[in-house]
């Protein structure tokens, strides 16, 4: 961002918007707006207590699970569909109904099915995260350039071999955006499910601050919730660049 | 390899590949070989050549065992041939190497796919990578290699499978002109010291006619064998003499004219 002569970094609009919201948070305008900086004492103060740590083990765990699970499905189905017209005309519609569908309203009959438990949670992970996984996973090993397919049976590959060593490398640029995307969406979901469950997790933190206006708690675990998800996006968006050269034969 | 076993090889060579009646329709109606019936003796080049989108790739597809012809067999070593096998290797035109591994493991792929023990297929794979004159690239990776480099990794890691038959889909052409030329001039070195059997597709007349003994001239889609050339040119010590050679100049002209009919009719 170039402003006059002068290039200013863009985390400087950061600066302006934290800026403002502090002013507001100090006139008082509104008990849901408290002082970003209450906010930052808050984040210091809650984070090493026993009771996040206790809600961040339960909350990762679902959210590691739910995404190994979404990974370790997707990925090999959307490779299937990639590579197979007769499982991708049976999966396609399914997937794409999910990945549009409002899953928030799915999440009471996972509740039904599976109860009010962690095995929710981690579910409810699973389905906000598979969808992209598989999608993304199809796209790549479609973008396969044919020949390397091609080099793959001439050389005597057989369907595991060129599962194996070939589809996911060449597929991976892919594969990893949507393992990101799907992260971010299983952020959503494990947050959403653990609401809607409402007992476990950071779920119930949110809802035991927000019941109470705590405000300056609920809004500080917004913000660790944010920094993560944010964190996460970039180390994956990283990795992905480092990758990227695996489609080279495609460009 | 010397002199002396180069002559063992009889005047008749045997065909190794033989295409019988080959006929090749795309879904959609587009009919790309008609009925062609070809033999490739052993241990000589031989070139299919012809006009763009004649179907020359498509029969070398078909002989490689990666599309299926619609009608007629292709028997290689008296088997015919119904998927990619052991006795056949390719080599590409956009050389399908894998981005992701380095020209070591690129070139011993087909090896390990057979099950070959690392320490094994590497010392094989070396040996052809110092052959094709990339030693001191085993680490690099695809992207840091030329195009010219890239095939012949792509080289390597066909002769590296000990193929009787190699398959080759316009293997220079994605390469620029002098590394061209140096690649045809190894690629003669190479027919003469491996005594396999090579299947070389080109659309560029000189090409063919500098690394071809038998030059199979395929007429416009659907494609028919409409002549079939066997260049008499000497072929010394020096590889540059041989562009020089009248033979070579002849034969090149004799082919344009050959040629020439189906571009006036296409026009």
Redesign the interface.
């Given at each position: 961002m170039v402003i006059g002569k002068i290039r200013v970094p863009l985390f400087c609009s950061l600066i302006i918007w934290a800026a403002l919201w502090e002013v507001v948070g100090r006139s008082g305008a509104s008990f849901i707006i408290p002082p970003l900086s209450a906010v930052f004492a808050r984040i210091v103060e809650i984070v090493p207590t026993a009771t996040f740590a206790e809600a961040l083990w339960i909350t990762g765990k679902a959210f590691l699970l739910g995404n190994a699970i979404a990974i370790a499905v997707g990925v090999p189905l959307g490779v299937i569909m990639g590579r197979s017209i007769i499982a991708d005309r049976v999966f396609l519609p399914w997937v794409n109904l999910f990945l549009s569908a409002p899953l928030t309203a799915l999440v009471p009959v996972i509740m039904v099915i599976f109860g009010l438990g962690e095995t929710t949670i981690v579910m409810t992970v699973v389905l906000f995260a598979v969808w992209i996984i598989v999608l993304d996973a199809r796209a790549g090993v479609r973008g396969i350039?044919p020949?390397?397919v091609?080099?793959?049976?001439?050389?005597?590959?057989n369907p595991w071999?060129a599962f194996g060593?070939?589809y996911i490398?060449?597929a991976?640029p892919e594969i990893l955006s949507g393992i990101r995307l799907g992260m971010i969406r299983a952020v959503k979901g494990v947050v959403i499910g653990q609401l809607l469950v409402s007992i476990i997790g950071f779920g119930r933190l949110f809802e035991l601050y927000s019941s109470r206006f705590l405000m300056e708690h609920f809004w500080a675990l917004l913000f660790v919730l944010f920094a993560f998800a944010f964190t996460l996006n970039e180390v994956l968006a990283w990795l992905e660049r480092k990758?990227d050269?695996?489609?080279?034969?495609r460009h | 390899m010397n002199a002396a076993t180069a002559e063992a090889i009889p005047a008749e060579p045997r065909a190794i590949v033989e295409v019988e009646d080959v006929s090749k329709v795309y879904p959609g109606g587009t009919e790309a070989l008609n009925h062609v019936s070809l033999d490739f003796p052993e241990g000589q080049l031989t070139t299919l050549l012809g006009p763009s989108g004649c179907g020359k790739t498509t029969l070398l597809k078909i002989i490689a065992g990666l599309i299926p012809a619609t009608g007629g067999e292709v028997r290689v070593d008296g088997k015919v041939v119904t998927g990619p096998g052991p006795e056949r290797a390719f080599v590409f035109q956009d050389f399908a190497l894998m981005p992701w591994a380095n020209v070591l493991r690129n070139v011993a792929f087909g090896l390990e796919l057979r099950g070959v023990a690392r320490s094994e297929r590497e010392a094989v794979a070396e040996s052809y990578i110092g052959q094709v004159g990339l030693k001191g690239f085993e680490k690099a990776y695809p992207h840091e290699l030329s195009g010219g480099m890239r095939q012949r990794v792509g080289l390597a890691r066909a002769l590296t499978v000990n193929a009787k038959v190699l398959l080759m889909d316009e293997p220079f052409s994605a390469v620029d002109e002098q590394t061209r030329r140096k690649f045809q001039e190894d690629l003669l070195e190479l027919v003469a010291r491996e005594r396999k059997t090579f299947l070389f597709v080109t659309h560029s007349i000189e090409e063919a006619v500098y690394v071809s003994d038998r030059i199979v001239l395929l007429s416009r889609r659907p494609s028919r064998v409409s002549q079939i050339v066997e260049p008499d040119i000497p072929r010394g010590d020096d590889p540059e003499a041989i562009r020089r050679d009248p033979a070579y100049i002849d034969t090149v002209e004799e082919i344009w004219q050959g040629l020439k009919k189906y571009l006036d009719e296409g026009v």
């Open positions: 350039s020949s390397l091609e080099m793959a049976q001439v050389f005597g590959a071999q060593k070939i490398y060449a991976l990758v050269y695996y489609a080279a034969a | -």
